[in-house]
């Protein structure tokens, strides 16, 4: 689901308005209208955020977790909103600084073997959540998919990584990503290139696993 198609809002959720008309909203609202509000943006962006804290950290449990403080901030700050830029690139911003932030922690623990089940359970396991059944060689199919994804992702260095999963794999524009980022166009450009470069070296051998 591409950002801006989410922050126009969900038409499934019955509210037509958008997540900045809402989170505006919330600066004199009362607690049970604040609350209404948010829930409506959460249910709007959450599978796509923990699809993205996903790819970047390497661990469906911790995108989970990391997904979940990002709207603890959210709401935390939902009084102080102003719409000075769409409501999805803020949620970005303070989910990629929560993602990095986990990536340094990580490097200070021993790394996992690339051989191990991929942490969490990854698409299986969302599947569960969502209430969706597949057969068992969809599932491990799935599974594979992902696992190989991500493993090759993780060859990405951070910043190149950031781009990548924003511009190609949540479906951001260039300028939504340099406003997540805090980054140039040009920076972007640049970093898109030569991530897509190292993704693609890193996939090339797991290709026939896939």
Not at 53 to 76: C, K
């Amino acid at each position: 689901m591409r950002v801006e198609e989410a922050s126009r809002g969900d038409a499934s959720d019955g509210d037509a308005r958008s997540d900045e008309v809402l989170l505006e909203a919330c600066r004199d609202a009362d607690d049970g209208a604040l609350r209404r509000n948010l829930g409506l943006v959460v249910r709007r962006h959450q599978r796509a955020l923990v699809s993205y804290l996903d790819r970047m950290v390497g661990d469906a449990t911790a995108a989970e977790d990391l997904a979940q403080e990002t709207f603890v901030r959210v709401f935390r700050k939902a009084r102080d909103y102003r719409s000075v830029a769409r409501f999805s690139t803020w949620l970005y911003t303070i989910a990629t600084h929560l993602a990095l932030n986990e990536i340094r922690n990580r490097r200070r623990r021993a790394p996992l073997s690339l051989d191990a089940p991929a942490p969490g359970g990854g698409e299986e396991r969302r599947a569960r959540l969502e209430g969706r059944e597949e057969a068992p060689e969809v599932a491990a199919s799935r599974g594979e998919t992902a696992r190989v994804v991500r493993e090759a992702l993780a060859e990405v260095p951070e910043p190149f990584r950031a781009v990548l999963v924003l511009c190609d794999m949540q479906g951001l524009s260039y300028q939504e990503a340099a406003e997540v980022l805090g980054c140039r166009l040009g920076t972007i450009r640049s970093r898109l290139s030569r991530a897509r470069e190292r993704f693609g070296r890193a996939m090339e051998p797991r290709l026939p696993s896939v």
